[in-house]
């Protein structure tokens, strides 16, 4: 009996055991719960009815658990004295239904929207004086 349908074997990162082996064309639903977070690489091996092999991979990056955010620090930063930071960690839940409490991380108001509050303030104050002097 000879085969008619290509082969394919799907292994993560270097492991040598493949997480699936499947005869073609499939759907595979790959978990990325049981997988640790950062980077990855899905290689797909696949076994043709004429005995030829091919490979691929595909790197990709899972992120499954709570996003980080911080304010006050960034990349690569040159720091000096004490800092000041806000930090949140919240997660995507259970993807069915959205929930806001912790989703949104609050931040401080840029240097610029101040002076445009002030400049208008100042620009408030100084056409109610000048227009109370005219009348």
């Known amino acids: 009996m000879t085969k008619d349908k290509s082969k394919v074997f799907l292994f993560i ?3 040598p055991v493949p997480i699936a082996e499947l005869d073609t064309p499939i759907v595979f639903d790959l978990d990325t719960q049981k997988l640790a977070d950062g980077e990855h690489v899905l290689k797909i091996v696949s076994h043709s ?8 991979k595909i790197p990709f990056t899972v992120a499954n658990g709570p996003a980080i955010r911080i304010e ?3 990349d690569k930063d ?3 004295g004490t800092l000041s930071l806000m930090i949140n960690a919240y997660d995507k839940g259970n993807q069915k239904s959205f929930i806001i409490n912790g989703s949104e991380t609050p931040q401080t108001i840029p240097f610029w929207i101040w002076v445009i509050i002030i400049l208008f303030t100042g620009w408030a104050v100084y056409y109610e004086i000048t227009s109370a002097n005219i009348q």
């Open 72 to 74: 006050g620090l960034k």
């Open 78 to 80: 040159v720091v000096d």
């Open 13 to 15: 990162d270097d492991d």
């Open 49 to 56: 009815p004429a005995g030829r092999e091919g490979i691929r």
